[in-house]
């Protein structure tokens, strides 16, 4: 799968992280509390410790005794403002840009789908995150400066309905300019992908032999092409009895109606493209590997990669990738066979066919009793999906066998998994049943790949090879593509709104923006702290600012060893020290890179309610302790001073 | 004011506010503020305006409504309430200022200089509501540097000089000169002038002023605007005798 980050469970996810957010409330609020103790003490002196106190309860009173129809007027006030800046200006602004997307936007490109969804969902993305910054950042300091707070505190207002008010209010605009824009895109890339083929029946050429139909007349197979649009044309088919199909090309077919006029003559009119616009359901397993002595381990081998998202099997050799999907039922699969997709690495130690893909082959397996059969050998296809069916029938196969695996401990033992026995008769069978003879009583199966060609190797991770279990709504998949958006411009909203309880506009527009941008840039901040961006390098201080530098400095590459002088050690320790606030920084901003959902809509996969409701849950996670330190910030503001 | 409304902090003592400390919200339930400039959100119009008010009172719709219609009427708004509030002049600025101060029906008002800015009719219109406000039982708090207005709506004052209260009292008694005494009598003949003076100087008593008192300004001004839209196209000759003639 493209999307190349290990996807959190809501049922294994939520639990730690309940505890993680916990202990950073407590940390934050104790810490919070200490400050706010000292600053009492310097203010009052021995009657610190009552003031604190009267402070706290009034505070936490203040928070809990929220009135709705304030914080609805406090939400209108804001949407009202809004409005009145002209925000919908950006949607014209959107407009125009899809107005002249056509000429940038290259529909002959070998999957122009993901190059429109991408642009709209990208544009709309950076759009509204500014938007809302930029609103943000002005609407409390605005009425500061302008002394309309004044008024507004003089009323019965707690500050946390005047915080939560106007971060509702804001949500509210921006879920208008987005829904707004979904509204407008959808059209936008199902015209922009539209166009169709003209098919020549004079071109097509006979097929294999003749055929008798059943009411006694010829029927005669055809094949040819299709005309080519937008640098591509579709393998083109009629059977006997002069049924029509256009086999798929750049990810998409076409639906055909034939016509027939009065005097016998058929015409072929190709529909607009179909299966482009998709919203596919993966069902992912775990995976383990085997090695290349037939012991089960983590991870593949590394075949140099700095990047380490895919291990590797070696060809031609015991190595295999074994996923196991648990819980499938029949039912679930309504036709013959169970589609599978795969989107496999490939590392050549040498060229061979370069127009060739390396060979591979498909098996499964039954957990319990180790019954497995080859199914098929397959050509990889490297940076696209390769799809294939597993049948519920299995009358082709090879290699028929009961395959033990085991485990080769540190001390040198080696454990082999206990497997019921198998009927010996069961192995002569010219027929299998996928989920009779190859699903365990717990309804587990197990898919192994291998490489079969000596010398090269496949490269896998978790979600590279999956059961497609069925389509969903693209439109509605589209919408949960923007909804992503709209989780992220909650999270900025949020920081905007909070970091201006106690900031000023400028301030407030510049650490909201570096707040955004080290968010969606969070997985990478990760990598750098943790070293995983280049792994087996001895310390992470290397991506340090100082070592950077000299490294540009001086031409060397990151994985270039440098002389170790006195120099270098004091530079990295210094990018140690700037490394520990980058690896605090990563547990301060949000994950904001993970909110986003526009790769999955853009290559076809189903956003899972799982994975929505680990992104909610983590929007909300922030935008509570937001709230509550935004109701504090400006509780303890004197805003008249 | 801004101490009583817990706008600001104070760097030593405490303050209270219907027992409560100022940094309670729910004391501002009973407190109606006007504040110095009527800051006020200028894209929102009157009805708007006090609608908006009236939710952070936490007000019924049903209530609201009723209470905004009344007080638009009361500060003679009507004709105005649709327009945002950016189109509005000072005076009905500090008018709708006003209404948004009492749109809780407040037991408190405080009022920060009420009549600044505002051309003559203006502050006798804002005075006008101030007595009103008074005849209806309301404590009114107002602060202000034009003590002729002070001197004309408040029943009690207390002077600030650098921060400290240097005098408190009841306007009357505080303004009241005991040691000089004033007549006042309607179209004294010449006679009853020299027998007064008589009696005056048999009793030794030196007439520090004698003659006709001067009205104020703000009359002079609010009388010729009163005769003026009673009869238009009246001239003034520049007599300086407080009357114009008809030309």
Request: hydrophobic content about 45%.
């Amino acid at each position: 799968m493209p999307i190349e980050i290990e996807l959190p469970q809501l049922s294994t996810w939520i639990g730690p992280a309940f505890l993680a957010w916990l202990s950073a409330a407590l940390g934050l609020a104790t810490l919070c509390g200490l400050i706010g103790f000292i600053w009492c003490l310097l203010l009052y002196g021995r009657r610190a410790p009552q003031r604190f106190w009267d402070l706290l309860r009034s505070g936490v009173v203040d928070l809990v005794l929220v009135s709705p129809r304030r914080i609805g007027a406090l939400a209108w006030l804001t949407i009202k403002e809004a409005f009145g800046r002209k925000v919908t200006v950006v949607v014209l602004l959107f407009c125009v840009g899809l107005l002249f997307a056509g000429w940038f936007l290259d529909p002959t490109s070998s999957e122009p789908h993901r190059l429109y969804l991408n642009f709209v969902l990208g544009t709309t993305n950076y759009l509204v995150i500014l938007l809302v910054i930029f609103l943000a950042a002005f609407r409390l300091p605005g009425d500061i400066q302008n002394k309309t707070i004044f008024t507004v505190l003089t009323k019965p207002v707690r500050t946390s309905e005047i915080v939560t008010g106007q971060i509702l209010g804001l949500i509210a605009v921006g879920s208008f300019i987005l829904g707004t824009m979904w509204i407008i895109s959808y059209p936008f890339v199902v015209r922009g992908l539209y166009h169709t083929h003209a098919v020549n029946p004079a071109d097509l050429r006979p097929l294999g032999e003749p055929v008798t139909l059943p009411d006694g007349s010829q029927g005669q197979a055809l094949q040819g092409w299709t005309e080519p649009t937008w640098g591509h044309r579709h393998r083109f088919f009629v059977d006997a009895n002069g049924n029509p199909r256009v086999d798929m090309e750049r990810g998409h077919t076409h639906s055909v109606r034939v016509e027939k006029s009065a005097d016998g003559k058929v015409t072929y009119r190709l529909g607009g493209p179909e299966g482009q616009l998709v919203a596919r359901v993966p069902i992912y397993g775990s995976l383990v590997f085997r090695d290349r002595n037939g012991f089960d381990v983590e991870k593949g081998i590394s075949v140099g990669d700095e990047w380490t998202y895919r291990s590797y099997i070696e060809g031609a050799s015991q190595a295999a990738a074994i996923w196991t999907f648990k819980n499938l039922k029949p039912e679930e699969f309504p036709g013959d066979t169970i589609p599978i997709e795969m989107n496999i690495g490939v590392f050549r130690t040498h060229k061979g066919d370069i127009e060739r893909g390396i060979l591979g082959s498909l098996s499964v397996r039954n957990p319990e009793n180790g019954l497995m059969v080859e199914l098929q050998v397959f050509e990889s296809k490297e940076f696209s999906i390769l799809a294939l069916d597993i049948p519920k029938k299995i009358t082709r196969f090879s290699s028929v066998r009961v395959e033990p695996r085991k485990i080769k401990h540190a001390n040198g033992t080696i454990e082999y998994v206990s497997l019921k026995p198998v009927d010996p008769k069961v192995l002569s069978q010219k027929e299998f049943d996928l989920f009779r003879d190859f699903r365990s009583s717990d309804g587990t199966i197990e898919i192994w790949i291998r490489c079969l060609e000596s010398g090269q190797y496949f490269g896998m991770a978790k979600p590279d090879l999956y059961i497609r279990a069925g389509n969903r709504s693209f439109f509605l998949n589209l919408f949960k593509g923007y909804f992503g958006i709209w989780l992220q411009m909650v999270l900025a909203i949020g920081f905007g709104v909070t970091l201006s309880t106690f900031l000023g506009t400028p301030v407030t527009l510049v650490s909201t923006l570096g707040v955004t941008i080290a968010g969606m840039a969070h997985q990478f901040m990760r990598q750098i702290v943790t070293g995983e961006l280049y792994p087996g390098v001895e310390t992470p201080a290397r991506f340090g600012p100082i070592e950077s530098f000299i490294r540009l400095f001086t031409q060397e590459g990151v994985m270039v060893e440098i002389p170790r002088t006195l120099g270098l050690t004091v530079a990295r320790a210094i990018d140690l020290v700037f490394l520990a606030w980058l690896n605090l920084l990563s547990y301060i901003v949000p994950p904001m890179d993970r909110l986003g959902f526009i790769d999955f809509v853009a290559y076809g996969y189903n956003v899972s309610p799982s994975l929505l409701a680990v992104n909610i849950i983590t929007v909300a996670g922030y935008l509570v302790l937001l709230i509550v330190a935004g109701h504090f910030f400006l509780r303890s503001r004197e805003v008249a001073a | 004011m801004k101490l009583l409304l817990g706008l600001l902090l104070p760097t030593s003592g405490e303050v209270y506010v219907f027992g409560r400390p100022a940094t309670d919200v729910s004391k501002n339930e009973r407190i109606g503020y006007l504040p110095e400039e009527s800051y006020l959100y200028r894209f929102l119009n009157a009805e708007e305006t006090l609608d908006f008010y009236g939710r952070l009172f936490n007000m019924p719709r049903s209530v609201r409504r009723q209470r905004v219609a009344d007080l638009i009427e009361m500060v003679g708004l009507t004709w105005a309430k649709k327009r945002p509030l950016k189109e509005y002049s000072k005076g009905m600025t500090r008018r709708i200022g006003l209404a948004q101060a009492l749109i809780n029906d407040p037991d408190l008002i405080l009022l920060d200089e009420p009549t600044s800015g505002l051309d003559p009719i203006g502050t006798r219109e804002m005075k006008d509501l101030i007595l009103r406000l008074r005849d209806q039982g309301k404590t009114v708090v107002m602060c202000s540097h034009l003590l002729a207005d002070v001197q004309d709506v408040c029943d009690r004052i207390g002077i600030l000089y650098q921060g400290e209260l240097k005098e408190l009292g009841r306007v009357d008694q505080l303004l009241a000169m005991r040691d000089v005494t004033e007549i006042r009598v309607p179209r004294m003949s010449p006679d009853a002038e020299a027998e007064v003076k008589a009696v005056l100087a048999k009793h030794g008593l030196e007439i520090l002023s004698w003659g006709n008192p001067t009205t104020s300004l703000e009359h002079l001004f609010l009388r010729i605007i009163r005769e003026s839209e009673e009869h238009p196209g009246l001239r003034v000759h520049g007599r300086g005798d407080g009357h114009a003639d008809r030309n």
